[in-house]
């Protein structure tokens, strides 16, 4: 009776050896499998990035090849006082043309809609449209014309003709600012040795300026304002200090002020804070109409 209760035992713990070697063998298998199927995911992955980039670039050649402009460049930009708006004078170089080919040059912004006809030959196009100084999403479109067809192409487009300005605020710099409160909870903010620098849209030579100053903002007014003074390079501005009080809820707007000979004033976001309990409180962004520009 003991040696067969002693073969039972025997065999059950061979049976358990067993049964553990085969879910050991079973959890290789799984990661294996495991392995095999997130190789294969990795794979697929990426035969499908390069499928997407396959179609992408399929794409672009198909575009590409149903453009008629091959080429553009916005040459310069300058204003006209007269009729109060950015002249941008624009060439183009088309990929097939006819004797009886005509374009014409389209900016638009919102409902408003200005144009101008370019003159050229040989496929090769040149043209000068007018663009609001106050512009906003402006894009610039070229039409295309030949007997009796007629495709319009986009060029380009600008959040704002501010982006087109001949005068351009490349950088800037302060000291500061500094803000001492009184006992009344009244209280100074002084900014020191303010810098702007200025440039020509994309490069260009700036135009004659006048009337440079540093501006101080309170609540939108001006609440302190110095005259430039001409820095160590063309088209660098600096100013010692600027302060003016300020009360608990105050806003303020570091800004820098000229004027060109067309007579069109820009007026450039440097830097902003708010006055809170604790004194200078978070710092302001510029909105969307900086900078701001005004006439004579």
Known sequence: MDGKKNRMQVLTLVLCVALLGLNLWQLRQISDLRGQLGSVETNLQMETRRLDER???????????????????????????????????????????????????????????????????????????????????????????AGGLRKEEDLFGWDSASMLLPVQCGGWGIGGPSYARNADKTGTLTVSLCEAELEG?????????????????????????????????????????LSASASIGDEFILTFFCRDESGLGYEFFLNGWSIDDNGLGERLAPEADWPKVTWD
Request: proline share 2%; glycine share 10%.
């Open 55 to 145: 179609v992408q670039a399929v794409q672009r050649t198909v575009t590409e090849a149903d453009k008629l402009v091959q080429d553009w460049e916005l040459h310069a930009v300058d204003v006209d006082p007269a009729s109060r708006c950015l002249r941008a004078e624009v060439s183009l170089r088309l990929k097939e043309w006819r004797e009886d080919t005509q374009v014409r040059l389209t900016a638009v912004q919102g409902t408003n809609t200005r144009q101008a006809a370019m003159t050229g030959e040989a496929g090769q196009y040149s043209g000068t449209v007018e663009i609001p100084v106050n512009s906003q999403g402006v894009r610039l479109l070229a039409g295309v014309s």
């Open 201 to 241: 849209f994309e490069g260009t030579g700036l135009p004659q300026l006048f009337g440079q100053v540093f501006r101080l903002r309170r609540n939108g007014d001006v609440a302190a304002e110095k005259t430039a003074m001409y820095g160590e390079t063309i088209g660098q501005y600096t100013c010692e200090e």
